[in-house]
Nanobody, 126 residues
Framework: QVQVVESGGGLVQAGGSLRLSCAAS????????LGWFRQTPGTEREFVAA????????DYADSVRGRFTISRDNAKNTAYLQMNSLKPQDTAVYFC???????????????????WGQGTQVTVSS
């Protein structure tokens, strides 16, 4: 069956960096768009970034553009989210999603993401 597993979360001071990983199995990894979302208690899930099947095209939420970088290594069935210049407002549970939509559609149509990980906690202290 399909498994999506995030890792790399943790506690970091404001201004610091973290790199999240998303490992997927049970799918033809290179055929899917990948997305990252985040959520804090009591709020809606928020789009963070998306990447197309070969890594050539990306999309970012305005709140993270210029600080976060999404990438993928299809040979390793793994996607990444490099997060720099972290702010306390970046604190959230981060989820990886495997999506059948075009990368540009992920932000508006998360319902087209068929597989989700369990999430990894990122906490940024001030």
């Amino acid at each position: 069956q399909v498994q999506v597993v995030e890792s790399g979360g943790g506690l970091v001071q404001a201004g610091g960096s973290l790199r999240l990983s998303c490992a997927a199995s049970g799918i033809t990894f290179g055929a899917w768009t990948l997305g990252w979302f985040r959520q804090t208690p009591g709020t809606e899930r928020e789009f963070v970034a998306a990447i197309n099947w070969n890594g050539a095209s990306t999309d970012y939420a305005d709140s993270v553009r210029g600080r976060f970088t999404i990438s993928r290594d299809n040979a390793k069935n793994t996607a990444y989210l490099q997060m720099n210049s972290l702010k306390p407002q970046d604190t959230a549970v981060y989820f990886c999603a495997v999506c059948r939509d075009l990368y540009s559609g992920v932000r508006s149509h998360p319902e087209r993401c068929d597989y989700w990980g369990q999430g990894t906690q990122v906490t940024v202290s001030s």
